[in-house]
């Protein structure tokens, strides 16, 4: 009995070896596959996200057509469909035999999403602006015609406050955020949103014509970032930058703002470069 056991468990090894070296059967090859894929976990989820990334890229997939763009043999594909079918994130037609993401991906990302809270999450980054600059940094978010004040940094070297408040809202045509975020829409939503606001004059500087608020907005689109030159508040400019939410729309954004007296265009130029740096931080951080 010691000796069939001795030779069943020799034979084990003499073919584990055989598969493993390359010398196996056709059939020995979906065996290697299986035992490679155990000894490294980490390939088995790297080959489920490939997967899954391949499907949401290409849409429904037979077995062949997603083996052949995966570049792994069929059976290996199959056992990684399987697995996601198994775990919800994948079916089967049954008419076409073909694979398609479920919407438990969406599931997640909602969840996730409900946990996301963007101050948290922009706040260090408007901390640190202010502290490059020294000035009071803001930001906001789109609401339909107008941009709300959701957080605000104050100066910590100026003695002069600005007077916006967390929870106030600004038009977007006479604010630096709202060229921002307008610069980030076509020009047929810019103009229904021109359409569908109060347009007057706050200062003698305020833009109050359609065509040429769509020509500062190619500056802005050209330079990355927009300026509120005394347009919303006499003796404060602002300058901006636009920040798109998860889904590419222009949600969020944020400005540096000060009395003219230290913002001059020179000064202009030397924030500008902390904004463009600070919107890309702040973009990677967000999406």
Request: aromatic share 6%.
């Amino acid at each position: 009995m010691n000796t069939e056991q001795n030779n069943k468990e020799s034979t084990g090894k003499q073919v584990e070896k055989e598969i493993l070296n390359g010398t196996g059967t056709a059939a020995g090859e979906d065996t290697r596959e299986e035992i490679r894929e155990e000894k490294n976990p980490i390939q088995v989820a790297d080959r489920l996200f490939l997967t899954m990334e391949t499907l949401a890229q290409r849409g429904p997939m037979g077995l062949i057509e997603l083996s052949n763009q995966m570049e792994l043999h069929k059976s290996t594909v199959h056992r990684l469909l399987n697995s996601l079918i198994y775990m919800g994130y994948a079916r089967q037609d049954l008419e076409t035999g073909k694979y398609s993401l479920t919407f438990k991906l969406l599931e997640l990302s909602n969840q996730l999403l409900a946990h996301v809270d963007v101050i948290e999450i922009v706040r260090p980054y408007l901390k640190k602006l202010m502290r490059q600059t020294g000035e009071t940094v803001h930001f906001v978010q789109k609401d339909g015609n107008y941009a709300v004040y959701i957080d605000k940094v104050e100066s910590d070297q100026n003695s002069v406050r600005m007077v916006s408040k967390v929870g106030s809202r600004i038009p977007l045509y006479c604010s630096g955020v709202g060229k921002t975020m307008a610069a980030q829409m076509t020009e047929e939503q810019v103009r229904k949103m021109w359409a569908k606001s109060s347009i007057h004059a706050l200062t003698p500087h305020t833009i109050v014509d359609c065509d040429e608020y769509l020509k500062t907005l190619e500056e802005v689109r050209e330079k990355g970032y927009a300026l509120d030159n005394e347009e919303n508040e006499l003796g404060v400019r602002c300058i901006a930058a636009g920040v798109t939410d998860y889904k590419g729309r222009p949600k969020y954004a944020f400005s540096i703002s000060a009395p003219v007296s230290r913002m001059d265009d020179q000064r202009v130029e030397e924030l500008a470069y902390y904004v463009l740096k600070m919107k890309e931080e702040i973009a990677r951080a967000i999406q």
